[in-house]
């Protein structure tokens, strides 16, 4: 039988990463999807609401492929008959799959979209902490990992190797909706934007009114009202990963929600990881493979693609560390 946390809770914050008013005015306007908030900001130049919108409308429509929650959307028909025979998705979420297998391989399983009955067992889909038996991890591992995944380029199609695998896209999925957003954008006259998903995923087209870029301001995650600085986005992304809005204590030791699929248990918790790529999607992904895999994996990793940068923060005894890895207009 699986032991109850002690308690589940939250940290001094969620990772935020604040996007802050620029000198020239700007048109805010925002939609709950994906159980976060969506918000886009664009120059107040006259530009039709209604062009803004469409990037609502797009979130939408990606959350109504995606969502594990909906029994009849792409990816839970995906799961339900994955394992039966080869099964054709639309194009553009079959190439999805297949970066996520990329990433997935390129990390050495430390990102990986089959994480999913992980998660669950440490009871963080449900928000109650739960410290599960040996023996279920060890069942469940034998369902989890991408290499499971047998993808057909030709008729693009994918084939589960075994019936219980999931696929779950919580780890990239807003930002998959922000970079499909922002499509809707950019060939309608509007080439000035910034475009966020709770706070922890954005992404930044043109320069802001009155300044160059986009600034958006890092929280301390360990400090209430701290900040840990300005990085400037110019047509670039970020995304954040930190387990300080959900973890749980269990025996005086700490766990929390970001889950290493190539053991099944808990990253350390005491971490944060901010990562800015050329989208969204690629910077959410491996924000959370650099979270698993730690400081020194992710220095290699970025020092073959200049393109990315990553800010690591840690919670030490004499405070909080703050390290600025690649290519960060910090």
Same mark, same amino acid.
């Given at each position: 039988?699986?032991?109850?946390?002690?308690?589940?809770?939250?940290?001094?914050?969620?990772?935020?990463?604040?996007?802050?008013?620029?000198?020239?005015?700007?048109?805010?306007?925002?939609?709950?999807?994906?159980?976060?908030?969506?918000?886009?900001?664009?120059?107040?130049?006259?530009?039709?609401?209604?062009?803004?919108?469409?990037?609502?409308?797009?979130?939408? /429509? +990606?959350? @109504?492929?995606?969502?594990?929650?909906? =029994?009849?959307?792409?990816? &839970?028909? *995906?799961? $339900?008959? !994955?394992?039966?025979?080869?099964?054709?998705?639309?194009?553009?979420?079959?190439?999805?799959?297949?970066?996520?297998?990329?990433?997935?391989?390129?990390?050495?399983?430390?990102?990986?979209?089959?994480?999913?009955?992980?998660?669950?067992?440490?009871?963080?889909?449900?928000?109650?902490?739960?410290?599960?038996?040996?023996?279920?991890?060890?069942?469940?591992?034998?369902?989890?990992?991408?290499?499971?995944?047998?993808?057909?380029?030709?008729?693009?199609?994918?084939?589960?190797?075994?019936?219980?695998?999931?696929?779950?896209?919580?780890?990239?999925?807003?930002?998959? /909706? +922000?970079? @499909?957003?922002?499509?809707?954008?950019? =060939?309608?006259?509007?080439? &000035?934007? *910034?475009? $966020?998903? !709770?706070?922890?995923?954005?992404?930044?087209?043109?320069?802001?009114?009155?300044?160059?870029?986009?600034?958006?301001?890092?929280?301390?995650?360990?400090?209430?009202?701290?900040?840990?600085?300005?990085?400037?986005?110019?047509?670039?992304?970020?995304?954040?990963?930190?387990?300080?809005?959900?973890?749980?204590?269990?025996?005086?030791?700490?766990?929390?929600?970001?889950?290493?699929?190539?053991?099944?248990?808990?990253?350390?918790?005491?971490?944060?990881?901010?990562?800015?790529?050329?989208?969204?999607?690629?910077?959410?992904?491996?924000?959370?493979?650099?979270?698993?895999?730690?400081?020194?994996?992710?220095?290699?990793?970025?020092?073959?693609?200049?393109?990315?940068?990553?800010?690591?923060?840690?919670?030490?005894?004499?405070?909080?560390?703050?390290?600025?890895?690649?290519?960060?207009?910090?």
């Amino acid at each position: 039988m699986s032991r109850r946390s002690d308690w589940l809770t939250g940290g001094p914050r969620a990772p935020e990463s604040r996007p802050i008013p620029p000198a020239g005015a700007v048109t805010c306007l925002s939609r709950e999807a994906m159980a976060t908030l969506f918000e886009v900001q664009f120059p107040d130049v006259g530009i039709p609401r209604g062009i803004a919108l469409l990037v609502f409308d797009e979130i939408d /429509a +990606i959350e @109504r492929q995606l969502s594990v929650y909906r =029994p009849d959307s792409e990816v &839970s028909l *995906l799961n $339900s008959k !994955g394992h039966l025979s080869p099964q054709k998705v639309e194009s553009r979420l079959f190439q999805l799959l297949a970066d996520c297998h990329r990433i997935w391989a390129e990390t050495g399983g430390a990102f990986d979209i089959t994480a999913g009955p992980l998660i669950r067992a440490w009871g963080f889909l449900r928000r109650e902490g739960t410290l599960p038996p040996h023996e279920e991890l060890v069942s469940l591992l034998s369902r989890v990992g991408s290499q499971r995944l047998k993808f057909d380029l030709r008729s693009e199609t994918i084939l589960f190797e075994r019936e219980g695998i999931e696929i779950n896209l919580g780890a990239i999925g807003k930002g998959y /909706a +922000i970079d @499909r957003a922002i499509e809707q954008l950019q =060939p309608r006259g509007l080439q &000035s934007a *910034l475009l $966020s998903a !709770g706070k922890s995923s954005i992404r930044a087209v043109g320069d802001a009114p009155g300044n160059r870029g986009w600034p958006v301001e890092l929280s301390d995650p360990f400090l209430s009202g701290g900040r840990l600085g300005i990085v400037t986005l110019e047509d670039r992304a970020l995304s954040t990963s930190a387990c300080t809005e959900q973890f749980f204590e269990h025996g005086g030791k700490r766990y929390g929600h970001i889950i290493d699929p190539r053991t099944g248990w808990p990253a350390p918790p005491d971490r944060q990881v901010t990562v800015l790529a050329d989208t969204a999607a690629r910077a959410e992904a491996l924000s959370t493979a650099f979270y698993v895999l730690g400081q020194d994996w992710a220095r290699d990793y970025i020092r073959k693609d200049p393109t990315l940068g990553a800010i690591y923060v840690e919670k030490q005894d004499s405070g909080t560390a703050c390290d600025v890895l690649g290519n960060v207009a910090w």
